[in-house]
């Protein structure tokens, strides 16, 4: 047991949690294998021409989209309506927050195995450390019921990833980089990801150095605080790192539509 956390009756509801981790596990399971196969095929005639490995990415990224869809707009919701974690940010929990952060936890979990299954096609070790590190610290919201609104908080960067998806299904039917669903995507993309992963960053850490050493904050004990800063301070980098890829390859696209835009004035010039 943590230290500290006996100071508080634990407010969780075990049932829900296991319920809805369990559920959003297989409800993804069942998205990846068999949903995705025969949406996609219905949606974009593409999706039948592409090879094996393509596929399996593809699903994996409409899983992807679905998460993010589900728990982002939830999340949203929790992090301007919900009054028990908005009165208490430490140590607030509702069944709403609990709710959300199990689905995510179903998914982390399902996606896991899928990378691992396909490590091939879709392995990567980024988000191997990105999927670990969010689990660890859901687990103590969920066990213990702390955190509960940082967590969900965390949860709102899962707004920019359909826009994320949503470039790699442009590339991979072969969209041409400067067609304006691209390039209005790719707009959107890095905005939204720049708002909600890295406009964000430092609210949190202004939040973090204001409640240390409070006696809600001690209550806590050594290893939920802990867990919380060093997975903030690891999926932050990682966000981080991801935005300046997003940013030069925005800037180089802007920069190619630039250099076509004056070519094609050049050559009506040269024809006037």
């Known amino acids: 047991m943590c230290p500290g956390l006996l100071l508080k009756k634990m407010d969780t509801n075990p049932s829900l949690v296991i319920g809805t981790t369990f559920t959003s596990f297989f409800t993804f399971q069942l998205l990846f294998y068999f949903v995705s196969y025969?949406?996609?095929?219905?949606?974009?005639?593409?999706?039948?021409?592409l090879n094996f490995e393509k596929k399996i990415e593809w699903n994996s990224r409409v899983v992807s989209t679905c998460h993010s869809l589900v728990v982002g707009?939830?999340?949203s919701y929790i992090f301007l309506f919900d009054e028990a974690t908005i009165a208490d940010p430490l140590w607030g929990i509702s069944s709403p927050v609990q709710v959300n952060i199990?689905?995510?936890?179903?998914?982390?979990?399902?996606?896991?195995?899928?990378?691992?299954?396909?490590?091939?096609?879709?392995?990567d070790k980024y988000f191997i450390i990105h999927h670990c590190t969010a689990l660890c610290a859901y687990y103590f919201v969920l066990r213990y019921g702390v955190l509960a609104y940082i967590g969900n908080?965390?949860?709102?960067?899962?707004?920019?990833?359909?826009?994320?998806?949503?470039r790699w299904f442009f590339e991979a039917l072969k969209y041409p980089k400067f067609s304006?669903?691209?390039?209005i995507n790719g707009i959107l993309m890095t905005v939204v990801f720049f708002v909600v992963r890295i406009v964000s960053i430092p609210p949190?850490?202004?939040?973090i150095y204001s409640v240390l050493g409070t006696e809600a904050?001690?209550?806590l004990g050594v290893l939920v605080q802990f867990t919380w800063i060093s997975s903030c301070l690891v999926l932050d980098v990682m966000n981080v790192m991801w935005m300046i890829k997003i940013s030069k390859?925005?800037?180089?696209?802007?920069?190619?539509?630039?250099?076509?835009?004056?070519?094609?004035?050049?050559?009506?010039?040269?024809?006037?």
């Open 102 to 123: 199990a689905i995510s936890t179903g998914y982390l979990i399902s996606d896991l195995l899928i990378l691992i299954l396909y490590w091939k096609v879709i392995g």
């Open 204 to 207: 949190l850490y202004a939040y």
């Open 217 to 219: 904050y001690l209550r």
């Open 153 to 166: 908080f965390r949860l709102l960067a899962e707004l920019s990833s359909p826009f994320v998806n949503q």
């Open 180 to 183: 304006r669903a691209n390039v």
């Open 73 to 75: 707009i939830l999340g």
């Open 38 to 49: 025969w949406f996609s095929a219905k949606v974009s005639p593409g999706f039948n021409s």
């Open 249 to 272: 390859g925005c800037i180089k696209v802007i920069s190619l539509i630039r250099q076509e835009k004056a070519k094609k004035s050049l050559q009506n010039g040269k024809l006037d």
